[in-house]
């Protein structure tokens, strides 16, 4: 049977104390809306609608994905009403399963038990017992176990707010006999609103049957309401992430101190100390090591690199067998060829840097073709802006470039050219030659150093 996922993600999210819209708080780097919706694309659906209200075009906007179809509520009079605004786009002979923006940790297989529950004639719903329950709505259930109802905290009796079974307000159900109910709410309840949980009691007087599920984990039906449950939900998810890469292979020193804000994929036996940040599009070949405390986004590491401690590396691509660190920062469009060393601080920005190549010291290499074999010496300085534009400096196959040396693009300096220690480089250096621009040092035989009252 074709599934419609609704995802209802109009709420304000008061307690964020925030002017960004609830749903796009991020968790792991993206929007906690993106992670309900890629979850819902694993179901593979007929359909994704998405009920946004609160924060309008900034919501739609943060999702840009042509799949999703996107209803406004206009009026937030509750989860029923919600639901109701999404009826007009539903196959009626759907299952519909109803998701939170604000619920991003919920698991694929949990909802794929709870959609195998759901039909025509048959309400599945997703309940956890806790300990704490209060301020969730209660399933009641009759003395044979049956669910009859759910009641909101705010409606129940002493006695049934003891129930510890609560109602993680994720459904799924046939869209035919949602529809009818839905049509049927009132806001008579101490919240004046449309709750979509009052469907439960029509159905068990409809003697549909109200089946329940459980997730396998609670963590998966938190819910982001404030900036403390939102640390929470980070860090249950970090764990998640941690141990997907350990389960691939990878050595994690401590997986707690590991933050995965996108994508990784990681080879054989890389390691990865703690502090590490890894965003983006981060792709680690066989047996690389990143060092503690370094920030890496967009990034592709090639086979044994080794990223020593306390780097930032990003939109670069560090080549195989490369040594970068500790303390350096790789910027944007940046290409280390094979066995290539950058050491400490070091910047290197929008530039290429040929096989077996050395930056070791206090450098600033920008917008530069650098060949292979060259070594750059301490405090060299690509000079690659003149106030309004950036220029380029070539430095072909093995060149030696000394301490402190300035290169003032455009130029180039010529394969094998050595240029001395202390040098201002505006014109091309010719290969093979050495070339310097220095003072003359001088010595004044006999010159004293003043003195105090002298
Ligand atoms: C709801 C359930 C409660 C359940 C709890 C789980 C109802 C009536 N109650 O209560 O049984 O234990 O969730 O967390 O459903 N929303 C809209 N439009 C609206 C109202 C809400 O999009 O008009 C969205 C909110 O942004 C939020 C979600 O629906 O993401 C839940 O709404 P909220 O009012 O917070 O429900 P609860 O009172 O927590
Ligand atoms: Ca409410």
């Excluded at 390691?271 to 965003?279: E, F, G, K, P, R």
């Excluded at 206090?362 to 003149?386: P, Q």
Aim: glycine share 12%.
């Amino acid at each position: 049977m074709a599934l419609e996922v609704v995802i209802l993600a109009a709420g304000q999210g008061t307690r964020m104390k925030s002017d960004l819209p609830k749903v796009l708080h991020p968790l792991g780097g993206r929007p906690l809306l993106a992670h309900v919706v890629a979850t819902a694309r694993a179901l593979s659906p007929a359909r994704t609608v998405v009920i946004y209200g609160h924060g309008g075009k900034r919501v739609t906007a943060a999702l840009p994905e042509p799949d999703l179809v996107w209803v406004e509520q206009a009026e937030r009079l509750g989860t029923g009403h919600a639901v109701q605004q999404a009826l007009p786009v539903l196959d009626p002979a759907a299952t519909v399963l109803v998701l939170y923006g604000d619920v991003p940790l919920i698991r694929a297989e949990t909802l794929r038990a709870l959609v195998a529950r759901a039909g025509p004639d048959t309400l599945a719903l997703l309940t956890v017992e806790l300990d704490e329950p209060a301020g969730y709505g209660r399933i009641l259930r009759d003395a044979g176990g049956r669910v009859t109802a759910i009641r909101e905290d705010k409606d129940a009796t002493e006695a049934e707010r003891r129930v510890r079974e609560i109602n993680t307000g994720i459904l799924a159900v046939g869209a035919g006999r949602l529809a009818g109910w839905l049509q049927r709410l009132s806001n008579d309840n101490a919240q004046g609103e449309y709750y979509l949980t009052d469907i439960v009691a029509m159905a068990v007087a409809d003697g549909v049957a109200v089946e329940t599920v459980q997730p396998a984990d609670p963590d998966e039906v938190l819910g982001a309401n404030s900036k403390a449950q939102l640390a929470h939900l980070e860090r249950v998810y970090q764990r998640r992430r941690a141990g997907d890469l350990m389960d691939q292979g990878v050595t994690l020193l401590d997986p707690a101190r590991l933050d995965v804000r996108g994508t990784v994929r990681a080879g054989r036996d890389v390691v990865i100390d703690v502090n590490v940040v890894l965003a983006g599009e981060v792709v680690l070949g066989d047996g690389v090591s990143i060092g503690a405390g370094c920030v890496l986004r967009d990034v592709t590491v090639g086979d044994g690199a080794e990223i020593l401690p306390l780097c930032v590396i990003e939109e670069a691509v560090i080549g195989p067998g490369s040594r970068v660190g500790p303390y350096s920062r790789i910027r944007p469009g940046t290409r280390l060829d094979d066995g290539v060393h950058v050491g400490n601080f070091v910047e290197v920005k929008n530039s290429t840097i040929g096989r077996g190549s050395k930056v070791n010291h206090l450098s600033y290499i920008g917008d530069t073709d650098m060949g292979s074999g060259v070594n750059i010496g301490a405090g060299t300085i690509t000079c690659n802006y003149d106030g309004a534009n950036k220029h380029r400096t070539v430095i072909e196959d093995d060149v030696f470039v000394g301490s402190d040396v300035q290169l003032v693009a455009p130029v180039t300096v010529g394969r094998g050219a050595t240029i001395g220690a202390g040098s201002t480089i505006t014109r091309d250096a010719p290969p093979g030659e050495l070339t310097l621009s220095r003072a003359r040092q001088t010595t004044r035989p006999g010159w004293k150093r003043p003195k105090k009252g002298g």
